[in-house]
């Protein structure tokens, strides 16, 4: 995404592009930490718009915040690990220049990395959370390590001036400010996934401050790192229509950089941290995906819920919900080999599903539940009506600007075809909530004493939020995702 980011719209667009979208998406993260704060439960989105939405309308706003949720997640398993086979590949063709590493080599590669993320969440899940403390400190420590050697053994270094005012245009569309606005897909596709901490609130102690933390920081570390290593590599640069614009460039671009700044070898290092993290992140939302469909079809939400709604015995793991997003990756996957601007397609419909069941939750929140909100302890105050309006506006912007084209002149091979598979998912959802679905969906299922039951308008919060609290041990709600 960097190397196709800096095609369209140059450094300038990278680094400020980058700029703005954290800006926005800090906004949007106070919105839903002042939700979450009211709300500290794993269910997250899909939870609080149970909480938010008027008794008529919640299940079918709990219905669409989930499937919006559960595209994002299955398309971000495509989206990641498609990404390692291309870093792969691009390992390749450092050391074996003649071998040609097609689409469907990198398909091949992208099968077998979606099969080690399905074993790994089936058999040794336990390991995720060794997995996840080791992906921090990779992404932190190789952030570091790639920034401050790759800038003391490249030479020459660009200039300031090409890394925060050069403008490259590459995109075929004659508006820049159309070319600039491109870029924003591939920050807005790094920034976002950040309502993961309030899915682990009630194992967070003081959970209505410590989940709304946990989502700011999220966004503000990533951020501010994000910020500083597009910086550096931006200044690792040494031939811009070499290294990026030429179609003899290894690919992904960011390789050729580091093979032209700091040789083959260090450029294996780098890339060791940046295909070890990648790697984690697929296998992270692996399990998140697969707890989300379990939870889901516990619902009756999901197409076979019998089945994706069952645990195996040994490992007591949601394994049919773990394959069937395996299964569902590796078709989406498909599309990678047919169409030259697949990838861009899938890591749009990977940020439209995230942003739309961001939304939800949060134009709830400003219009049906703005007299009825009671906000928990970390809350906006007066300014929330207006922060979540500048939200919603940021997330509807960028879900239509994902959706358009980002090549020039457009045709039937370079088309955007983002919105071919999400209309078609969200189509047939809706076709099944409007046949059966509205029937008997009623939202979130919680266990209460080993019975389910829906929760409705006059649960108590502190039942089942706040576990750190003194309450009576005899009755306690606890979600099963």
């Known amino acids: ?3 196709d980011a800096m095609t369209d719209a ?11 979208t954290g800006v926005f998406t800090m906004v949007v993260a106070c919105s839903l930490a002042e939700i979450c704060s ?50 792969i590949a691009g390992i390749i063709n450092i050391w074996q220049p003649d071998v040609e590493t097609s689409v469907y080599m990198q398909y091949g590669i992208y099968i ?14 336990k390991w995720n959370g ?9 992404n932190i420590l190789g952030i570091l390590f790639i920034v401050i050697v790759g800038l003391a053994i490249t030479r020459p270094l660009a200039t300031g001036s090409f890394v925060f005012s050069e403008f490259y245009n590459g995109s075929g569309f004659s508006s820049n400010g159309y070319a600039f606005l491109l870029v924003i897909l591939q920050s807005q596709y790094t920034l976002s996934g950040y309502d993961s901490a309030a899915h682990m609130a009630e194992e967070t102690k003081n959970s209505q401050h410590g989940s709304p933390f946990g989502i700011l920081m999220a966004v503000a570390a990533n951020a501010v790192c994000g910020f500083f290593f597009l910086i550096g590599v931006s200044f690792m640069v040494k031939s811009f229509e070499g290294q990026i614009v030429s179609e003899d460039a290894i690919q992904p671009q960011m390789v050729q950089v580091f093979v032209d700044g700091v040789g083959n070898a260090w450029t294996m290092v780098f890339l060791v941290f940046v295909m070890v993290s990648i790697f984690f992140c697929g296998s992270s939302l692996t399990l998140g995906s697969s707890r989300m469909v379990y939870a889901f079809a516990r619902d009756g939400a999901m197409p076979l819920s019998k089945y994706l709604h069952s645990l195996e015995p040994r490992t007591n793991n949601p394994v049919y919900a773990v394959w069937f997003n395996i299964l569902v990756a590796a078709i989406v996957g498909v599309l990678y080999m047919i169409n030259s601007t697949a990838y861009e397609a899938i890591v749009s419909v990977n940020t439209i599903g995230s942003q739309l069941s961001y939304l939800v939750p949060i134009l709830l929140r400003i219009t049906v539940a703005r007299d009825t909100f009671k906000p928990g302890p970390w809350n906006l105050g007066r300014y929330s009506t207006v922060v979540g309006t ?3 506006c940021w997330l509807i912007f960028t879900c239509c600007l994902f959706i358009c084209p980002t090549e020039a002149p457009i045709t039937a091979d370079n088309m955007n075809y983002a919105i071919v598979p999400f209309a078609f998912i969200m189509a047939l959802s809706g076709g099944y909530f409007a046949i059966w679905g509205r029937k008997w969906f009623t939202g979130p299922v919680r266990v209460v004493d080993g019975q389910e039951v829906v929760l409705g308008d006059d649960d108590s919060l502190a039942s089942f939020t706040k576990q750190d609290e003194k309450a009576d041990s005899s009755v306690q709600v606890r979600e099963k995702n």
């Not at 077998?112 to 899940?125: D, K, M, P, R, T």
């Not at 996840?132 to 990779?138: C, G």
Request: hydrophobic fraction near 55%; glycine fraction near 14%.
């Open 1 to 3: 995404m960097w190397g």
């Open 10 to 20: 140059g450094s300038l667009g990278v680094i400020w592009g980058w700029f703005i």
């Open 38 to 87: 009211a709300y500290p439960t794993t269910g997250g989105l899909y939870f609080w718009t149970s909480r938010l939405a008027s008794k008529e309308y919640m299940p079918l706003a709990c219905w669409l915040t989930g499937w919006f949720n559960w595209i994002g997640l299955c398309f971000g398993i495509t989206s990641i690990d498609l990404g390692l086979s291309q870093f």
């Open 112 to 125: 077998g990395i979606l099969l080690l993320h399905g074993i790994i969440n089936s058999i040794a899940v």
């Open 130 to 138: 060794v997995m996840n403390q080791l992906a921090f400190w990779v």
């Open 390 to 392: 500048l939200s919603s």
